[in-house]
């Protein structure tokens, strides 16, 4: 089992920007990719960015490429989510989710792919 907890999260105007964290605890000595998905109620959970085991292989969505980086810090499992130049339509829950898979694996972008998921952050972008 991974544990998975986001924080960072919070109401800001757009443009402007917010570093979401998600620490991973448990089977941690496993090798797995992290992701961000993004859902607000009524639609589907939207992938956002994912990055493997050593960091060396990301992707982002096409509707955040520029703004949102992915990245990870092994030393202290946790993975973040620069978000830069927010925009009202970034408002959503954000949630991590992990994967054991392949370092050499791309990371997936399905979001039922994933095994273990963390309860979400909220970030409310206003105009």
């Known amino acids: 089992q991974v544990q998975l907890v986001e924080s960072g999260g919070g109401f800001v105007q757009a443009g402007g920007l917010l570093r979401l964290s998600c620490a991973a605890s448990?089977?941690?000595?496993?090798?797995?990719?992290l992701a961000w998905f993004r859902q607000t109620p009524g639609e589907e959970r939207e992938f956002v960015a994912a990055?493997?085991?050593?960091?060396?292989?990301?992707n982002h969505a096409d509707s955040v490429k520029g703004r949102f980086t992915i990245s990870r810090d092994n030393a202290k499992n946790t993975v973040y989510l620069q978000i830069n130049s927010l925009k009202p339509e970034d408002t959503a829950v954000y949630s991590c989710?992990?994967?054991?898979?392949?370092?050499?694996?791309?990371?997936?972008?399905?979001?039922?792919?994933?095994?273990?998921w963390g309860q979400g952050t909220q970030v409310t972008v206003s105009s």
């Open positions: 989710a992990a994967i054991i898979i392949s370092e050499y694996r791309t990371p997936p972008f399905r979001w039922n792919e994933y095994q273990y």
């Open positions: 990055i493997s085991w050593s960091g060396g292989n990301t």
């Open positions: 448990g089977r941690t000595g496993s090798k797995y990719a």
